[in-house]
């Protein structure tokens, strides 16, 4: 590869040279000549290995960026909505981002014309026409960077111009999720319809999801071994669990399947019907509980919530209520799903009260002595609180010693500086005497 600056001659005849750069360079046996269209040397080299690159692509077969500039926007994004459901994403998720970027990407002739400047003007003409949030209209851009970045790395596109664009300041959410308490709970399942009960205990108990529910049959529910089985296909992190049943929750889901073989229903699915949200509130009403306070909103996703505060309230430890809510991370089990009232707060509290033992108190200690130090006669040594890093208590044959705290008696040679005084504190004082020293 050769960059260079062809020379010509002018009207005048004298020789001068072209102001851009161009690269000379052999792809099979075959010669090229191409302008890069610029007169920066740097940038020229970087568009002249560019250019060798799609050369050799082109050459080998393989799509390249002019072949994708070639397609029609339409039929690309239909292409990466089938590379989507190619990697497992759902139906749903596979719909939604293609209605997206077609929204976004309305009115763009080609993909070349696709800037960071058409981007910014495509998200406010979506966020403006839809009165979209910052929060949804943050999910357009990343739905955009996720296509782009899919031609980048399939070697199709160069670049992927999302990057440069800056998502939209999102604002402290309004929405709030509160989670039920263990009396509303049992309320909410003591009046519903059984089979609705049966759905929110499961739910309560388990933290499924709604689609995880509606999804679920009793192929995956093992009463025996007391346990339900989430497949990977209906997981939202695409991973099969399996989840422990609590035992009211096994009886419940028993006696269901009961009902449902007494009445002939064989759909094979354990709730045919998941409650509404209509319906919810219904229930909610009929329990004396109300659906939106000052503390938040209950929807039948704060039933997830509530078995995440369940398990706080349990104490659970963090790591293993995250593999139960199936987290990617615990800040989402602790942070988000968690609700832990202010009574909750009071209960942590009173169980860290000190008892009188327990209260610190400085104690000054004298120390003379012809070697710096004396036995423990008169002035026993308080034993140390655990943890402190002192010693268990006063042994005999132990002193003070100028600097250098607890040590054995010395009954050699000394090297201490004689009528040495220091000031020793004692930082515990316990609710028992030391050992005097011999």
């Given at each position: 590869?050769?960059i260079?600056?062809?020379?010509?001659?002018?009207?005048?005849?004298?020789?001068?040279?072209?102001?851009?750069?161009?690269v000379?360079?052999?792809?099979g046996?075959?010669?090229?000549?191409?302008?890069t269209?610029?007169r920066?040397?740097?940038?020229?080299?970087?568009?002249?290995?560019e250019?060798?690159r799609?050369?050799?692509?082109?050459?080998?077969?393989?799509?390249?960026?002019?072949?994708?500039?070639?397609?029609?926007?339409?039929a690309?994004?239909?292409?990466?909505?089938?590379?989507?459901?190619?990697?497992?994403?759902?139906?749903?998720?596979?719909s939604?981002?293609?209605?997206?970027?077609?929204?976004?990407l309305?009115g763009?002739p080609?993909?070349?014309?696709?800037?960071?400047?058409?981007?910014k003007?495509?998200?406010?003409?979506?966020?403006?026409?839809?009165?979209?949030?910052?929060?949804t209209?943050?999910?357009?851009?990343?739905?955009?960077?996720?296509f782009?970045?899919?031609l980048?790395r399939e070697?199709?596109?160069?670049?992927?111009?999302?990057?440069?664009?800056?998502?939209?300041?999102?604002?402290?959410?309004?929405?709030?999720?509160?989670a039920?308490?263990?009396?509303?709970l049992d309320?909410?399942?003591?009046?519903?319809?059984?089979?609705r009960?049966?759905?929110?205990?499961?739910?309560?108990t388990?933290g499924?999801?709604r689609?995880e529910?509606?999804?679920l049959?009793w192929?995956?529910?093992?009463?025996?071994?007391?346990t339900v089985?989430?497949?990977?296909?209906?997981?939202?992190?695409?991973r099969?669990?399996?989840?422990?049943?609590?035992?009211?929750?096994?009886?419940?889901l028993?006696?269901?399947r009961?009902r449902?073989?007494?009445?002939?229903?064989?759909?094979g699915?354990?709730?045919?019907r998941?409650?509404?949200?209509?319906?919810?509130?219904?229930?909610?009403?009929?329990?004396?509980?109300?659906?939106?306070?000052e503390?938040?909103?209950i929807?039948?996703?704060?039933?997830?919530?509530?078995?995440a505060t369940?398990?706080?309230?349990?104490?659970?430890p963090?790591?293993?209520a995250?593999?139960?809510m199936?987290h990617?991370?615990?800040?989402?089990?602790?942070n988000i799903?968690?609700?832990?009232?202010?009574?909750?707060?009071?209960?942590?509290?009173?169980?860290i009260a000190?008892?009188?033992?327990?209260?610190?108190?400085?104690?000054?200690v004298p120390?003379?002595?012809?070697d710096?130090?004396?036995?423990?006669?008169?002035?026993?040594?308080?034993?140390?609180?655990q943890?402190s890093?002192?010693?268990?208590?006063?042994?005999p044959?132990?002193t003070?010693?100028?600097?250098?705290?607890?040590?054995?008696?010395?009954?050699g040679?000394?090297?201490?500086?004689p009528?040495?005084?220091?000031m020793?504190?004692?930082?515990?004082?316990?609710?028992?005497?030391g050992e005097?020293?011999?």
């Amino acid at each position: 590869m050769h960059i260079h600056q062809p020379s010509y001659r002018d009207k005048n005849g004298k020789r001068q040279k072209q102001r851009t750069w161009c690269v000379k360079f052999y792809v099979g046996g075959r010669c090229f000549r191409v302008s890069t269209g610029t007169r920066d040397k740097r940038a020229a080299e970087l568009k002249a290995r560019e250019l060798l690159r799609e050369a050799e692509l082109r050459a080998a077969g393989v799509e390249t960026h002019h072949a994708t500039t070639d397609i029609p926007l339409p039929a690309l994004i239909d292409e990466y909505g089938g590379e989507l459901a190619r990697r497992g994403r759902s139906a749903k998720h596979v719909s939604q981002t293609r209605e997206r970027l077609k929204r976004l990407l309305e009115g763009l002739p080609r993909l070349a014309d696709l800037d960071p400047s058409r981007i910014k003007t495509a998200l406010s003409r979506v966020a403006e026409r839809g009165a979209l949030s910052p929060r949804t209209t943050n999910y357009y851009r990343a739905a955009l960077h996720s296509f782009l970045g899919w031609l980048v790395r399939e070697g199709r596109w160069t670049t992927n111009p999302v990057q440069a664009v800056a998502r939209s300041a999102v604002a402290e959410s309004t929405f709030s999720r509160r989670a039920l308490t263990g009396e509303e709970l049992d309320r909410l399942l003591a009046g519903a319809p059984p089979d609705r009960a049966t759905c929110y205990r499961v739910a309560a108990t388990t933290g499924l999801r709604r689609g995880e529910l509606e999804a679920l049959s009793w192929g995956n529910v093992d009463l025996e071994a007391a346990t339900v089985t989430v497949r990977a296909a209906t997981a939202k992190n695409r991973r099969e669990a399996v989840l422990p049943l609590a035992p009211e929750t096994r009886d419940a889901l028993r006696a269901l399947r009961d009902r449902q073989k007494s009445a002939g229903k064989g759909s094979g699915l354990v709730f045919p019907r998941v409650p509404s949200k209509r319906e919810l509130l219904a229930d909610l009403a009929a329990a004396g509980i109300e659906g939106e306070t000052e503390a938040g909103l209950i929807d039948f996703h704060a039933l997830r919530a509530t078995f995440a505060t369940l398990l706080a309230r349990a104490g659970v430890p963090l790591a293993l209520a995250q593999r139960l809510m199936r987290h990617s991370t615990p800040v989402l089990t602790s942070n988000i799903y968690t609700r832990l009232e202010l009574h909750d707060a009071a209960g942590a509290v009173a169980r860290i009260a000190l008892s009188p033992e327990k209260i610190i108190v400085p104690t000054i200690v004298p120390v003379e002595g012809p070697d710096g130090a004396f036995s423990c006669t008169s002035w026993p040594l308080a034993r140390a609180r655990q943890g402190s890093g002192g010693v268990a208590a006063n042994a005999p044959g132990t002193t003070l010693a100028a600097g250098k705290g607890l040590l054995p008696t010395d009954t050699g040679e000394g090297t201490r500086t004689p009528d040495t005084r220091i000031m020793i504190p004692l930082l515990y004082q316990l609710s028992y005497p030391g050992e005097g020293c011999a």
